[in-house]
């Protein structure tokens, strides 16, 4: 095994980036502080600053792990423990020792494990310090490196861990790399007669104790209140600690101001704003050890939410998220493409309607497409549209069929009604964005959850493919309930969080205008509005800005 190279590179975080508010969702990993991982011992070493004795020669090679020092308790204390290195001590030796009994060399002791397997991934490596007496000049830290096959560092995290905290370390791998995590211990070779007083760094060994819940990522409209939420099982207390994490810096959060629930198991962001989205990680540790999970949260611009529904209609993101509740989720033969890329089988660059990014379906399961569920309420009145474009290079073939469906769902995820648009097919027009929709409008019926915006592409065994851009999706105006009690109308409709509903009436139906009543801002509830008309008539309708 080549040398790692240490501290070249101090970024605490990689290859994040946040597009349109969202954030590139990856596989993430969660590493431990696990004795029946394989752990490496690899030693460093170069004359102390000051050496005069003309002995002095850096090298490195692979140790073994009780040479480093560095040992796991596995049937007492469950700990790890790592001391000042005392194996190349021999005080007749000057190459090792000065003429004062002072270590002739820096011993740079990397305790670790190195796992490829773990490149394109979110890694997120979790502790608990328990104590750290290390005497100056001894120093500790806790690290997660990526290294090009020339062990070269690309990127890595580290931290010094504090005595009674846990600590966790973050970072995105690239591909074709070499990733290690584990502990770097740096000092002189120390006399196995003081190395006492020198101190040491005890770690708490992690078992299956804590077990975190996942975090449900998902998104908010600028000015909402945004919730996430974490369970844990094992032994009693458990402490908890969020922390945002952004394409620059991973922020350690505290309570105060807009924020609440930072060290407890329900975090609450109120009236969030763009630098709220990113990564929001939740480190939960007990006597046992520490666990961790994380959830992404995307902000949608207010005027955005009071028009187009989706999240990143125009797919400027790059990304599909997984979890289906902050964006587009994928399946089967679906990819993004730009206007850098071209299309299949073709010198010709892809085109789009919107923005630089479309994306791509085309003939690889049967059914092949990407899809966004948004929250619904029965009697909701929506359009949609998206458009459509296949390229003559590879045109959509034979039997195979493409369409936009707006589906109604019942809470347990049933389809109630699929609203199908026309389709595009070997019959179309190549090379021409056309726009398609499910008809002039859709009413989500009685028990409605949810509505699915999704585009199929139906495979039967023909090949080809075709260009999604612009998507659409847009709650129009309201059913209204009116009863008249006494002097009084009470008019009653459902909202979804975003759009400002604007409640107008008329005194007689051949009036030039309606009059505004009142406006509030949707949230999801049911909204009942009094109007104390007396006995006069009145007509009224509810629209959404």
Request: net charge negative; hydrophobic share 35%; with cysteine.
């Amino acid at each position: 095994m080549k040398s790692p190279i240490k501290h070249l590179i101090r970024s605490g975080l990689s290859a994040f980036a946040i597009l349109g508010g969202l954030l590139p969702v990856y596989s993430q990993t969660t590493l431990t502080i696990d004795s029946k991982q394989p752990w490496i011992g690899y030693m460093s070493w170069s004359p102390v600053a000051g050496d005069a004795s003309g002995y002095g020669g850096s090298g490195g090679g692979s140790w073994g792990t009780g040479a480093l020092t560095a040992y796991f308790d596995t049937t007492g204390t469950n700990t790890l423990t790592l001391t000042p290195n005392t194996n190349v001590y021999a005080a007749t030796v000057p190459y090792w020792v000065n003429a004062d009994g002072s270590g002739a060399n820096n011993m740079d002791a990397s305790f670790y494990v190195q796992n490829d397997a773990l490149e394109g991934q979110v890694l997120v490596f979790n502790g608990t310090c328990l104590s750290n007496t290390l005497a100056d000049p001894y120093t500790t830290v806790a690290f997660i490196k990526e290294f090009d096959n020339n062990y070269n560092i690309v990127n890595e995290d580290e931290t010094t861990p504090v005595a009674g905290q846990p600590f966790q370390l973050f970072l995105v791998t690239g591909s074709g790399v070499h990733v290690q995590y584990g502990f770097e211990t740096i000092g002189p070779d120390a006399n196995p007669a003081t190395v006492a007083s020198l101190g040491q760094v005890v770690y708490q060994q992690n078992g299956t104790d804590p077990e975190v819940s996942s975090v449900a990522s998902q998104s908010a409209v600028q000015g909402q209140s945004a919730q996430f939420t974490v369970s844990a099982s094992g032994t009693a207390p458990f402490h908890y600690q969020w922390s945002q994490i952004t394409s620059t810096a991973t922020n350690v959060l505290s309570n105060g101001g807009r924020i609440t629930g930072a060290t407890s198991n329900v975090l609450t962001i109120a009236n969030v704003s763009g630098t709220d989205a990113g990564v929001y990680s939740v480190t939960v540790s007990n006597t046992s050890g520490t666990g961790s999970a994380n959830g992404s949260l995307v902000i949608i611009p207010l005027a955005q939410a009071q028009t187009n529904l989706l999240v990143d209609p125009s797919f400027e993101s790059d990304v599909f998220d997984p979890s289906g509740q902050a964006g587009w989720d994928n399946f089967s033969g679906c990819a993004f493409a730009n206007t850098n890329s071209t299309y299949f089988n073709s010198s010709t660059m892809v085109s789009v309607q919107n923005g630089t990014n479309c994306v791509q379906v085309y003939a690889a399961g049967t059914f092949n497409g990407f899809f966004q569920d948004k929250p619904a309420l029965p009697g909701q009145v929506y359009t949609a549209s998206v458009w459509f474009l296949t390229p003559s290079a590879d045109k959509i073939g034979g039997g195979n069929t493409c369409f936009l469906e707006v589906q109604f769902r019942d809470n347990g995820g049933n389809i109630l009604i699929d609203n199908l648009s026309p389709v595009v097919s070997s019959n179309s027009p190549a090379d021409t964005w056309q726009m398609y929709t499910p008809g002039n409008s859709v009413v989500s019926p009685a028990g409605t959850a949810s509505v699915r915006f999704q585009v199929t592409y139906h495979n039967v065994g023909n090949g080809g493919s075709v260009y999604v851009d612009n998507a659409d999706l847009r709650l129009r105006e309201p059913v209204v309930g009116a009863v008249k009690t006494g002097a009084n109308v009470q008019l009653t409709f459902a909202t979804v969080a975003g759009p400002t509903y604007n409640v107008y009436y008329k005194t007689s139906l051949t009036a030039a205008s309606w009059t505004l009543l009142t406006s509030i801002t949707g949230d999801g509830q049911v909204h009942t509005i009094p109007d104390p008309v007396g006995t006069a008539a009145r007509f009224y309708v509810v629209n959404t800005q």
